[in-house]
């Protein structure tokens, strides 16, 4: 939830991104809402010995790719903008896809091999469905970037705010509890994203 937060600090470090007051409060009210709604799920079998940290007992390599997920997610963004501002945006897209089909094919080998499963044609179709709205979703996030006036720091938690669909869909269709709480996160990203717009126009 705080990888935006990252790449902000890194957008106005690096790239010497100014925000204007709309946009500084968007992302800080998104962020921050966003942040908190990891506060909200509590998960089965919880005990009191567990309120104190949800990860106690964890083994640490665990802490560790966590860092390092937040800290690659950061530069990843960073480097978007990077690769925008000098290359074509669908020729990036083209290449990063090329590269991450490769990789998730011999990541499927090797657990295909160990589980000996079968791959089901219902399975392919929501694999294709997947693919086919996260080509979608990264194009627009390409060509935004490509923007002279676009900053990382305003499109990288736009973007974040579409986790909102992701609640909603727990919400409505997956009956998750802890309703209330999770209905006040999605109304302050909404707010943020407002002010966001607010702040772009």
Known sequence: ????????IGAVLIFG?????????GVLIALGTIFLFS?????????????????EGTNHKYYVCLALAIL???????YDKFLMRRYDHNAVQVYYTLYQALMMLIVWIIEHKRENG???????????????FLIISDNVYMLALRDPDSLIAVVSTIRRGGAV??????LIFLRESNALPKICCMAGILLGLICLALGSM
């Open 1 to 8: 939830a705080t990888r935006p937060m990252w790449t902000l």
């Open 118 to 132: 079968r791959l089901s044609i219902q399975r392919v179709g929501v694999i294709m469905l997947i693919s086919l």
């Open 39 to 55: 506060f909200t799920h509590k998960p089965k079998g919880s005990t009191p010995e567990m309120k104190g940290s949800r990860l």
């Open 72 to 78: 690659i997610g950061a530069c990843s963004g960073l």
């Open 17 to 25: 991104e100014r925000l204007n007051g709309w946009q500084w409060a």
């Open 165 to 170: 669909i992701g609640f909603a869909y727990g």
